[in-house]
């Protein structure tokens, strides 16, 4: 904008709310266009001047605050600049005292905080807080055992269990009472029991005695040897010889023998004497001939019979009522089958032997005795037979039985004409 050229020195009036302006020329082209245009338009001069001067003293009021503002924003920032930096070294200066104070006081090692905190809640301070806890603790504890000692010691009413106790003690005296009667009673039946073990010991022992000898019968075969030994003696007694049970009597060198008969020894001195040996188990062939041979040696016998339960317990190649060597005989002898004659025809078979032994230089028809012997085997190997046929047969048992018995009583009477041949 043109500086206006006064032609005069105009005269400028400010008053209380108004400016006056006297000889003031301007001569800025602007203005004066703008002048001449609003004339021309019809408006006052004026007023467009009054209105023109108002617009520009407000933008000339708006141009110094700007400048104004300028100023101060760079004295602002200088200002802030030299703050900002006394700022940092005041805040530097007081981080480092504050680092400072709190290494003092929350130093980890040396400050006061870990320092008394060592000292409060330490392991190896006595001034612990724990350990005095702790001490109070067990003082409060130890008051209150001790109070409680008291009061459930005494007999008085403070103690809440001295019914209790008095109770107690009550029933622990009357069981120990029952105790001691009940004691005197057991030891009375414990002195009782031990007369009775005393005698059960002594009965015991008998037993023991009892079946330790009837292990050593039984081991021998004593129960068939009793039932042997019954069924000689009562072949024996018919015909007046002489019959002892040797098994237990130790001969002239040993046991061998079970069943010893003495021929006519119920008449006078015996003629001569044939041992029995009962087995209930097999042997060898040559186990019986020995055991036999042995029988007759300490028997002091001159003939001997080898007598089984069974034909399934004869030695093997050995034959029921067949003679070896002439002075043996092995025999078949069941005592639950009710019969013995087996046992009759081999005891009359030995007897005669013994007594054709004997008798030779004597007047003895030794061909009638040995054609009855011949005959008595012939009609047992009839009985022999028809027996097996009576066991596998299920029909014709009666008429088996009636020829059996037949049979037999032929049998008995070959050996009775032996008898009275021997006599």
Same mark, same amino acid.
């Given at each position: 904008?043109?500086?206006?050229? $006064?032609l005069r020195?105009?005269?400028?009036?400010?008053?209380?709310?108004?400016?006056?302006v006297?000889?003031l020329?301007?001569?800025?082209h602007?203005?004066?266009?703008l002048?001449?245009a609003?004339m021309d338009?019809g408006?006052? $001069?004026?007023?467009?001047?009054?209105?023109?001067?108002?617009?520009g003293?407000?933008?000339?009021?708006?141009?110094h605050?700007a400048? #104004?503002?300028d100023?101060?924003?760079?004295?602002?920032?200088k200002?802030?600049?030299e703050v900002?930096?006394?700022?940092?070294d005041?805040?530097?200066?007081?981080?480092?005292?504050?680092?400072?104070r709190?290494?003092?006081?929350?130093?980890?090692?040396?400050g006061?905080? @870990?320092?008394?905190?060592?000292?409060?809640?330490?392991?190896?301070?006595? %001034?612990? &807080? #724990?350990h005095?806890?702790?001490?109070?603790?067990?003082?409060?504890?130890?008051?209150?055992?001790e109070?409680?000692l008291k009061?459930?010691?005494s007999?008085?009413?403070?103690?809440?269990?001295?019914?209790?106790?008095?109770?107690v003690?009550?029933?622990?005296?009357? %069981?120990?009472?029952?105790q001691?009667?009940?004691?005197r009673?057991?030891?009375a039946?414990?002195?009782?029991? !031990?007369?009775e073990?005393?005698?059960?010991?002594?009965?015991?022992?008998?037993?023991?005695?009892? %079946?330790?000898e009837?292990?050593?019968?039984t081991?021998?075969?004593? $129960?068939y040897e009793?039932?042997?030994?019954?069924?000689?003696?009562?072949?024996?007694? @018919?015909r007046?010889d002489?019959?002892d @049970? &040797?098994?237990?009597?130790?001969?002239?060198?040993?046991?061998?023998g079970?069943?010893?008969?003495?021929?006519?020894?119920?008449?006078?001195p015996?003629r001569g004497r044939i041992?029995?040996e009962? !087995?209930?188990?097999?042997?060898?062939?040559?186990?019986?001939? %020995?055991?036999?041979?042995?029988?007759?040696?300490?028997?002091?016998?001159d003939y001997?019979v080898?007598?089984? $339960?069974s034909?399934d317990l004869?030695?093997?190649?050995?034959? #029921?009522l067949?003679e070896?060597n002439?002075?043996?005989?092995f025999?078949?002898?069941?005592?639950?089958?009710?019969?013995?004659?087996?046992?009759?025809?081999?005891y009359?078979?030995?007897r005669?032997?013994?007594l054709?032994?004997?008798? @030779?230089?004597?007047?003895?028809?030794?061909?009638a005795?040995?054609?009855?012997?011949?005959?008595?085997?012939g009609?047992?190997?009839?009985?022999?037979?028809? !027996?097996?046929q009576?066991?596998?047969?299920?029909?014709?048992?009666?008429?088996a039985?009636?020829?059996?018995?037949s049979?037999a009583?032929t049998?008995?009477?070959?050996?009775? #004409?032996?008898d009275?041949? &021997?006599?």
């Amino acid at each position: 904008m043109e500086a206006a050229t $006064p032609l005069r020195h105009p005269r400028i009036s400010v008053l209380a709310n108004a400016v006056v302006v006297d000889g003031l020329t301007i001569t800025d082209h602007g203005v004066v266009e703008l002048v001449r245009a609003r004339m021309d338009a019809g408006e006052d $001069p004026a007023q467009v001047l009054a209105d023109a001067a108002v617009i520009g003293a407000r933008v000339l009021a708006r141009e110094h605050t700007a400048s #104004q503002a300028d100023f101060v924003r760079a004295e602002f920032e200088k200002a802030s600049a030299e703050v900002e930096a006394s700022f940092a070294d005041r805040a530097r200066t007081i981080a480092e005292f504050f680092d400072q104070r709190v290494e003092e006081v929350f130093g980890p090692e040396h400050g006061h905080l @870990a320092v008394e905190l060592e000292r409060l809640f330490g392991e190896r301070s006595n %001034a612990a &807080v #724990q350990h005095q806890l702790k001490s109070v603790m067990t003082e409060a504890s130890s008051r209150m055992r001790e109070d409680l000692l008291k009061q459930f010691s005494s007999a008085d009413g403070a103690n809440p269990l001295a019914d209790f106790k008095a109770g107690v003690l009550r029933a622990t005296r009357d %069981a120990a009472d029952r105790q001691a009667t009940d004691m005197r009673q057991m030891v009375a039946r414990v002195e009782a029991l !031990k007369e009775e073990v005393h005698k059960l010991q002594a009965e015991k022992q008998t037993q023991v005695e009892v %079946a330790a000898e009837h292990a050593r019968s039984t081991a021998k075969g004593r $129960p068939y040897e009793e039932a042997v030994a019954d069924a000689v003696d009562a072949v024996a007694v @018919a015909r007046g010889d002489d019959c002892d @049970a &040797v098994g237990d009597v130790r001969g002239t060198g040993g046991r061998k023998g079970d069943v010893l008969v003495g021929i006519d020894g119920c008449a006078g001195p015996a003629r001569g004497r044939i041992v029995f040996e009962a !087995k209930n188990s097999r042997r060898s062939r040559n186990e019986a001939l %020995a055991e036999l041979d042995d029988a007759m040696a300490q028997r002091d016998a001159d003939y001997a019979v080898w007598v089984v $339960p069974s034909e399934d317990l004869l030695p093997r190649k050995t034959q #029921q009522l067949r003679e070896v060597n002439g002075d043996k005989l092995f025999v078949v002898y069941e005592p639950e089958d009710g019969s013995r004659l087996a046992l009759e025809v081999g005891y009359a078979l030995a007897r005669a032997r013994v007594l054709m032994a004997k008798g @030779a230089q004597d007047d003895l028809d030794v061909s009638a005795v040995v054609a009855e012997t011949e005959r008595a085997l012939g009609a047992m190997e009839d009985v022999r037979r028809i !027996k097996s046929q009576l066991t596998n047969a299920s029909t014709g048992i009666d008429e088996a039985r009636k020829i059996l018995d037949s049979m037999a009583e032929t049998v008995r009477g070959h050996l009775g #004409q032996i008898d009275a041949l &021997v006599r």
